[in-house]
């Protein structure tokens, strides 16, 4: 089982629509959690943590944790073509205290 | 925030040659990475660069094929030695202002062919 997983996509959404992202984890002792943007060819950039159970929202980013279930999501509201990107789940380890990457899911926003 | 400057940008090595790749930030960081992202894949840690001191490998990465330095708050370089095709991949830079180490901002990579 691999620490953190992501469904690889590609997720194709119109443009204006709402895309969801998911990733689960398998270590039930972390406590913090990232969303990083990484556009094609491009470095990753961090949009979104989160540390505490139920939504938090950024602008038209909202990030959600249920740490029951293990489980992170992202929701991109009113979805542009510029958001096509493939987008990072990450979760610090609670025995190493580093941050550990999920595979990735690329988003495909179509005009 | 930090600017990262990595460089080079991208290099075609011959196989058995090392290539020592630099990290630059734009200001005093307290954390520094060392990412490798292979074609199609994830982000995997290789190493914590500590100033002054050793660097901290992950499961996997051994000081002899990834030296590593850091000799201030400033600057790191990665080392990646007697190259192989399979360390052919995108290796990237990362640092840390604060003390969550989940909120990172990463260099634009160093994308090393190796034939």
């Known amino acids: 089982q691999k620490e953190v997983e992501q469904n690889s996509g590609p997720l194709s959404v119109p443009e204006g629509a709402i895309a969801s992202l998911n990733c689960t984890y398998s270590d039930r002792g972390s406590q913090s959690f990232f969303w990083y943007r990484q556009y094609s060819g491009k470095s990753p950039e961090l949009i979104m943590s989160i540390y505490s159970n139920g939504d938090k929202e950024d602008g038209r980013f909202t990030a959600q944790l249920n740490k029951a279930s293990q489980y992170v999501s992202l929701l991109i509201r009113d979805s542009q073509p510029s958001d096509s990107a493939t987008y990072l789940c990450a979760v610090i380890g609670s025995n190493t205290g580093k941050l550990i990457f999920g595979q990735g899911t690329t988003l495909q926003v179509k005009p | 925030s930090a600017v990262i400057s990595q460089k080079p940008s991208r290099d075609i090595c011959q196989r058995g040659t090392s290539l020592t790749i630099q990290c630059q930030v734009d200001s005093q960081v307290t954390m520094m990475f060392w990412y490798r992202q292979q074609p199609g894949q994830s982000l995997t840690l290789i190493a914590t660069a500590n100033q002054g001191s050793e660097a901290t490998y992950e499961s996997g990465f051994v000081i002899d094929k990834f030296p590593i330095s850091r000799p201030n708050l400033t600057f790191s370089t990665l080392t990646v030695s007697n190259m192989s095709p399979e360390d052919s991949s995108i290796y990237l830079c990362?640092?840390?202002?604060?003390?969550?180490?989940?909120?990172?901002?990463f260099g634009e990579g160093s994308r090393l062919t190796v034939l």
């Open positions: 990362s640092a840390g202002t604060g003390v969550d180490t989940g909120e990172l901002f």
